[in-house]
C-alpha cells in the first residue's frame, strides 16, 4: 500500500522510490527471522548438525514418511541424510522402524549417528530394542549415542540398560551413562550407582546427589579423603540444593566440610550461600546460619581479613 501525504510536492519518481522501499521494508517486517522460525517449529531436527543445513520448502507430514523412507536405500549419502532429518522433523512412531532398518543395514559411521541423534529426538519407546542392540556397537561413539537415545525415552526398562552402560570399556560412555541416570530420576539406581562411584567412575557422584536419600548421605561421607574434593562437592551440590532433603543433613553437611576447610570449602559455602533467602525470615534459617558460621571458621575466609565477619544478609557485617 501506498500512502502518500496530502501536502507532498515530492516529483513523481521521488514517490515511486519512497513506495518500492517501504514495500521491501513491509515484506522484510512480514518474514520472520531465523530464530523467530526456529522457536516455530514443533521440534528442532535432532539428527542436524552444526554445519548441516535442516530440510526447507514445505515440512513433511505423516503422509509422506513412505515417500521419504524409499530415499534411506540410496547410495547417495547426502539423499540418505536428508530423508533422516526430514523423518525426524515428523516426529511420529510410524519413523521409528524405517530408521530401525537403516541402522540395521549396516551404513557408514556418520550415517549411523545421524539415525541414533533422530531416535533420540522421537524419544519413543519403540526405539528401545534397536537402542539397546546399538549400545554394544564396536564403535564407543554410536554406544554413547544409543544410551542417550535411550535416557530420552520414558520407559522402565531404561534404567536398567543404563546401568549395563555403567560397565562399558569406554569412559565416556561410562559417564554418559551414570549422568543420564541421575537425569531421568532413576532412584532405584542408587546402589548401583555407589558401586560404580567405588570404581572411579566419578559422574556417579553428581547422580547420588541428585537421587540419594537421607540415609545415603552417610554412606557418601565416606569417601571424602578418598576421591578428589571437586568430585565430592559436585555430589553435595546437588544434596544441599534439594527440597525433599532435611535440614538436619544439610546441615551435616556443611558441618563436615568445615572440618576439610580449604579455599575450595570456601568458595562452595560462599556460593551456596548466595543461593539462600535473606530478609528477616532468614534470620531462623538453620541452614543459612550454619553455612555462615562455618565460613567464620575457614581460615582465610573474606570477612577475616580484614577483621569482620560474614555477613547474614540481614543483621549486616559486624
Same mark, same amino acid.
Given at each position: 500500500?501506498?500512502?502518500?501525504?496530502?501536502?507532498?510536492?515530492?516529483? !513523481?519518481?521521488? #514517490?515511486?522510490?519512497?513506495?518500492?522501499?517501504? @514495500? /521491501?521494508?513491509? $515484506?522484510? %517486517? &512480514? +518474514?520472520?527471522?531465523? *530464530?523467530?522460525?526456529?522457536?516455530?517449529?514443533?521440534?528442532?531436527?535432532?539428527?542436524?548438525?552444526?554445519?548441516?543445513?535442516?530440510?526447507?520448502?514445505?515440512?513433511?507430514?505423516?503422509?509422506?514418511?513412505?515417500?521419504?523412507?524409499?530415499?534411506?536405500?540410496?547410495?547417495?549419502?547426502?539423499?540418505?541424510?536428508?530423508?533422516?532429518?526430514?523423518?525426524?522433523?515428523?516426529?511420529?512412531?510410524?519413523?521409528?522402524?524405517?530408521?530401525?532398518?537403516?541402522? !540395521?543395514?549396516? #551404513?557408514?559411521?556418520?550415517?549411523?549417528?545421524? @539415525? /541414533?541423534?533422530? $531416535?533420540? %529426538? &522421537? +524419544?519413543?519407546?519403540? *526405539?528401545?530394542?534397536?537402542?539397546?542392540?546399538?549400545?554394544?556397537?564396536?564403535?564407543?561413539?554410536?554406544?554413547?549415542?544409543?544410551?542417550?537415545?535411550?535416557?530420552?525415552?520414558?520407559?522402565?526398562?531404561?534404567?536398567?540398560?543404563?546401568?549395563?552402560?555403567?560397565?562399558?570399556?569406554?569412559?565416556?560412555?561410562?559417564?554418559?551413562?551414570?549422568?543420564?541416570?541421575?537425569?531421568?530420576?532413576?532412584?532405584?539406581?542408587?546402589?548401583?550407582?555407589?558401586?560404580?562411584?567405588? #570404581?572411579?567412575?566419578?559422574?556417579?557422584?553428581?547422580?547420588?546427589?541428585? $537421587?540419594?536419600?537421607? +540415609?545415603?548421605?552417610?554412606?557418601?561421607?565416606?569417601?571424602?579423603?578418598?576421591?578428589?574434593?571437586?568430585?565430592?562437592?559436585?555430589?553435595?551440590?546437588?544434596?544441599?540444593?534439594?527440597?525433599?532433603?532435611?535440614?538436619?543433613?544439610?546441615?551435616?553437611?556443611?558441618?563436615?566440610?568445615?572440618?576439610?576447610?580449604?579455599?575450595?570449602?570456601?568458595?562452595?559455602?560462599?556460593?551456596?550461600?548466595?543461593?539462600?533467602?535473606?530478609?528477616?525470615?532468614?534470620?531462623?534459617?538453620?541452614?543459612?546460619?550454619?553455612?555462615?558460621?562455618?565460613?567464620?571458621?575457614?581460615?582465610?575466609?573474606?570477612?577475616?581479613?580484614?577483621?569482620?565477619?560474614?555477613?547474614?544478609?540481614?543483621?549486616?557485617?559486624?
Amino acid at each position: 500500500m501506498i500512502v502518500s501525504h496530502p501536502t507532498s510536492h515530492r516529483p !513523481r519518481a521521488a #514517490r515511486v522510490v519512497l513506495a518500492l522501499v517501504a @514495500a /521491501l521494508a513491509l $515484506l522484510a %517486517g &512480514l +518474514a520472520p527471522s531465523g *530464530a523467530a522460525a526456529q522457536r516455530g517449529r514443533r521440534r528442532p531436527t535432532p539428527a542436524a548438525t552444526p554445519d548441516a543445513e535442516g530440510p526447507t520448502g514445505p515440512q513433511p507430514t505423516v503422509r509422506d514418511i513412505d515417500t521419504i523412507a524409499a530415499r534411506l536405500s540410496s547410495t547417495n549419502g547426502d539423499e540418505v541424510r536428508e530423508a533422516i532429518d526430514l523423518l525426524s522433523v515428523i516426529d511420529h512412531p510410524s519413523v521409528v522402524p524405517h530408521l530401525a532398518t537403516l541402522l !540395521r543395514s549396516g #551404513r557408514s559411521d556418520e550415517v549411523t549417528d545421524r @539415525a /541414533l541423534q533422530a $531416535l533420540r %529426538g &522421537l +524419544a519413543h519407546p519403540s *526405539a528401545i530394542e534397536v537402542l539397546g542392540e546399538f549400545a554394544h556397537h564396536r564403535r564407543p561413539r554410536a554406544r554413547r549415542l544409543a544410551y542417550q537415545a535411550l535416557a530420552a525415552v520414558s520407559d522402565r526398562r531404561v534404567p536398567a540398560l543404563l546401568e549395563q552402560g555403567l560397565s562399558d570399556s569406554d569412559r565416556s560412555v561410562r559417564a554418559q551413562c551414570a549422568r543420564s541416570l541421575g537425569e531421568i530420576g532413576a532412584t532405584g539406581s542408587v546402589e548401583t550407582l555407589f558401586v560404580a562411584f567405588d #570404581r572411579g567412575i566419578v559422574e556417579a557422584a553428581i547422580s547420588i546427589g541428585k $537421587l540419594g536419600n537421607r +540415609a545415603s548421605i552417610p554412606r557418601f561421607h565416606e569417601y571424602l579423603g578418598r576421591v578428589p574434593l571437586s568430585v565430592m562437592l559436585s555430589g553435595y551440590a546437588e544434596l544441599v540444593r534439594r527440597n525433599d532433603i532435611p535440614d538436619d543433613a544439610k546441615i551435616e553437611i556443611i558441618g563436615r566440610l568445615g572440618e576439610i576447610s580449604g579455599d575450595m570449602v570456601r568458595v562452595f559455602l560462599q556460593r551456596y550461600l548466595d543461593t539462600l533467602p535473606t530478609g528477616r525470615t532468614a534470620e531462623r534459617d538453620r541452614v543459612r546460619l550454619a553455612v555462615i558460621e562455618t565460613l567464620r571458621r575457614i581460615p582465610g575466609h573474606a570477612g577475616s581479613a580484614r577483621g569482620t565477619t560474614v555477613s547474614t544478609g540481614a543483621e549486616g557485617t559486624r
